[in-house]
């Protein structure tokens, strides 16, 4: 039985024979493997091209910038898995990952949704100001959050995000998107009647933009960088293992109250 819509039965990734390896058109061992970073890899992965260099370099930029934030609850939920199952690193590792979710550490990919939604506007006609307001307003009475704006711990700036913008006015990439992305910051403030920081996640989706990635892809940047985070947590859990103690601090710091009434 095929469910969905028929297609062509072809793949444009990779193919592999007794004799070698083709990825994306390109011998694997005889031209990319000691001539692509893994960086420049990935991006032909996902695009079927190789990145200029302006796009490897902010490629890597945004990989390190979201890598790691400490003892997240991807990085808690990956370790305290990991002293459950220490035979399972797969495991451990994607129940880290299955967390990046609307509020923590995919919101990159909704930030790319508005930011699409805006520039199509704009291309119709739009005045930028005004669309960055109306999109922002729609936001707020919906009672939705802002994507890309807000932070629990980095205020009144993300760090990142002034770092990753300098570096696209510096390297002249800053285009359409990331001129968007600054726009919203004054008409969020409007919206909700008080400054929020914009974070790193909103600047990640406009530089990649800018870059020309795929929009339905900037997702893969956050996941791809937390992996190797979550992969440093959990080799320093092999060594220095703190998943179980984590859940007794949880244990002991949550009172029961089953039989209070709901």
């Known amino acids: 039985m095929l469910i969905g819509k028929p297609g062509p039965a072809k793949t444009a990734i990779a193919t592999a024979d007794a004799a070698g390896i083709e990825v994306r058109g390109r011998n694997l061992v005889g031209d990319l493997m000691g001539r ?30 979201i890598a790691e934030h400490g003892l997240t609850p991807t990085a808690i939920a990956a370790r305290m898995t990991y002293a459950a199952a220490p035979d399972a690193l797969q495991g451990a590792l994607a129940a880290g990952i299955l967390g990046a979710g609307s509020v923590v550490l995919g919101t990159a990919e909704a930030c790319g949704r508005v930011l699409v939604d805006a520039e199509q506007r704009v291309a119709a006609g739009g005045d930028p100001d005004k669309v960055v307001a109306d999109i922002a307003r729609e936001i707020h009475v919906r009672r939705d959050k802002m994507p890309g704006f807000g932070h629990p711990l980095h205020k009144p700036v993300d760090p990142r995000t002034e770092r990753i913008f300098a570096l696209a006015d510096e390297r002249k990439v800053a285009g359409r998107y990331t001129g968007l992305a600054r726009r919203f910051a004054p008409a969020v403030t409007k919206a909700w009647g008080r400054p929020l920081p914009m974070n790193v996640s909103m600047a990640i989706a406009a530089v990649l933009l800018d870059l020309d990635f795929p929009a339905a892809m900037i997702k893969a940047i956050p996941l791809l960088a937390r992996t190797g985070g979550l992969l440093a947590h959990l080799a320093e859990e092999q060594e ?3 998943g179980f103690l984590m859940a007794s601090k949880a244990e002991a710091a949550i009172s029961y109250d089953g039989n209070e009434e709901r």
């Open 240 to 242: 220095r293992p703190i």
């Open 36 to 65: 692509l970073t893994f960086t420049e890899f990935f991006f032909l992965l996902v695009t079927g091209k190789e990145p200029t260099g302006q796009q490897r370099y902010f490629l890597d930029l945004l990989l390190v910038a």
